[in-house]
């Protein structure tokens, strides 16, 4: 029988070292047979088996690779060590692992909204399929990013919406909160749409191997998971690890949480810090603000919400005053100090003069970085930088046929952006044509929710693209104030030389779905004509929409300023 060497993470060989057994010698499991040295450092080589060696196949000072035989034995009867005792196992031992070898179209690494959904694409168009994930199917998006904190946001809006139900003619009572109800509900909706993905790619014969990847230099794809180790030669790879939350050196104390951390503590602080007025730190701010917590957001900008129109950021700055969160730009955090009592101390400057701010806790939503293995990287010969994998207009890496989608390439973290890179990569593989350039639009769910797509009014003055902009209130929309929620407004922006509609910002009710409206709009080259020709059911929200086009040519019919 023969034992071989387990799978090198990271690099295409090891160096054989000090061989510790002879011809002859009786091992037993976690007994050291060899040491080895690859490009993460000097290990023993442990055995898994228990035996007397019959054959030594390897030289010190030799080259081994993953699957190579190491050495050969006889079999000890009924599994037993040298004394006829049962050895016991070293928990640190290394696997002795069969390679199982596999080929395949396409191996897609990674299983959030940009991997499985590219597995499934593939598969759909008659392609063979290995998808691989080290934790949980669907990523971060599903598991501790998008569905959960949309989730929560759910249930935080209905609670807010029973304590103006006054306002509605309704008398509500007493409206408690049981958060642990709450965070059930999560994982419930969590573990759902879970158990469809993994349902969906059982039915699309897609396979599905959870473990550690590796891509080596020769293009193949060596997979460690558990007790079981694969080799998958694929004709394309497809790179979708995601991305990671950034915790800076400040932030490495009990009292600071990152966003994982958050959806998953069950409980609601009496007070938070958020550090980062970004989108992340803005939805959770509401979150927390709308369940009884005094929030406090600290931002490093001298703006909230990054690129985000500015008019729509100055909505969610007045709503987010009347909802008691404060809100401190131009602000930079030097340290966070736990005191006695457990609770945070964050120091930050400010106008030259430092300040000082406490709570419970802090959450630190400073940005999220790539899921890049560097070492690996480097070893397999994929070029990057610090925002991403390297990739070219067909979101190819220097890797022929080894794409990269989604937030390890560092171009738009978006989960639909990353789904949608996808399908264009295996468009590419075959071969079809390039279609239009995606319109990615992106949602902010504060309170309103902010939707945006397209080239922005500051883009458009960067790029000297002369347009006209309309604008239309939900002060001036039926359905808004029927909702209660008449705060905001949509904005279109025209080019004016041929009168096509090139982006546009909604911030109010239902945002995140009208902005589908838009963004299909400006991908299909739609005219101000092509809007406000089409008619809009009444009463919804929608008809802001068309408005905001008849504003472009004819004026709206609803407002006047």
């Known amino acids: ?38 490009g ?30 190491l050495f050969e034995y006889e079999e000890a009867a009924d599994g037993s060590g040298a004394d006829g005792r049962e050895p016991a196992m070293d928990k640190n031992a290394a696997p002795c692992q069969d390679i199982k070898r596999m080929e395949t179209d396409v191996a897609v690494i990674g299983a959030g909204p940009g991997g499985y959904v590219t597995a499934l694409y593939a598969a759909g168009q008659g392609l063979r399929v290995v998808l691989i994930e080290k934790d949980q199917l669907g990523g971060t998006c599903l598991n501790r990013g998008c569905i959960p904190t949309k989730t929560l946001l759910q249930s935080a809006h209905l609670y807010d919406t029973f304590r103006r139900a006054g306002e509605f003619g309704i008398s509500s009572g007493n409206v408690t909160v049981d958060m642990d109800k709450v965070f059930d509900r999560k994982d419930r909706i969590c573990g759902e749409n879970r158990r469809g993905i993994g349902f969906l790619l059982d039915s699309s014969r897609v396979t599905v191997i959870t473990g550690t990847a590796q891509v080596m230099p020769d293009r193949a794809v060596m997979v460690k998971g558990g007790d079981s180790a694969y080799e998958i030669k694929a004709g394309h790879v497809v790179l979708a690890a995601g991305s990671r939350p950034v915790m800076p050196d400040w932030a490495r104390t009990p009292v600071c949480m990152d966003s994982r951390e958050a959806l998953d503590s069950r409980s ?9 007025a ?26 909230m919400l990054g690129t985000t129109d500015a008019q729509a950021a100055a909505v969610i700055a ?127 769910f504060t309170s309103p929710e902010i939707g945006s797509a397209g080239k922005s009014e500051e883009q458009c003055r960067e790029e000297d693209i002369k347009v006209k902009v309309s604008v239309f209130p939900f002060t001036a929309n039926g359905k808004a104030k029927i909702q209660g929620e008449s705060e905001g407004f949509v904005k279109l922006i025209m080019e004016e030389q041929s009168r096509r509609i090139i982006g546009g910002v909604v911030v109010g009710p239902d945002a995140s779905a009208l902005i589908g409206c838009i963004a299909v709009a400006i991908t299909n080259n739609l005219t101000d004509d092509g809007l406000s020709g089409t008619v809009f059911a009444h009463p919804t929200t929608s008809e802001a929409v068309w408005e905001a086009a008849m504003g472009l040519s004819t004026g709206c019919i609803h407002y006047h300023e």
């Open 318 to 444: 007045r709503t987010a005053k009347e909802k008691g969160i404060r809100i401190d730009l131009s602000s930079r955090v030097t340290r966070v100090l736990e005191t006695d009592s457990k609770e945070a101390v964050v120091f930050y400057e400010k106008d030259g003069m430092e300040h000082a701010a406490n709570a419970e806790k802090v959450l630190v939503a400073v940005g999220r970085a790539p899921e890049i293995d560097r070492e690996a990287m480097e070893l397999a010969g994929i070029r990057f930088d610090k925002k991403g994998i390297k990739t070219d207009g067909n979101l190819e890496t220097n890797m022929e046929e080894v794409y990269a989608i989604g937030d390890v390439n560092g171009r738009i973290q978006l989960a639909h952006a990353a789904s949608a890179q996808g399908i264009q990569v295996i468009d590419r593989i075959l071969k079809r044509p390039k279609g239009r350039e995606s319109v990615i639009p992106s949602v902010i």
């Open 268 to 276: 609601i602080p009496h007070s938070l810090i958020i550090i980062g």
């Open 40 to 69: 993460k450092g000097n290990r023993p080589f442990k055995s898994m088996v228990a035996g007397r060696i019959t054959r030594i196949c390897v030289e010190e000072g030799s080259q081994v690779r993953t699957g190579d035989v």
């Open 278 to 303: 970004g989108v992340i730190g803005m939805e959770f701010a509401f979150l927390y603000a709308a369940f009884g917590c005094r929030v406090h957001v600290i931002e490093y900008m001298d703006h």
């Open 1 to 38: 029988m023969e034992i071989r060497m387990g799978l090198i993470m990271g690099g295409k060989s090891a160096v054989a070292g000090t061989i510790e057994v002879r011809v002859g010698d009786r091992v037993e499991p976690g007994q050291t047979l060899l040491n080895t040295e690859t």
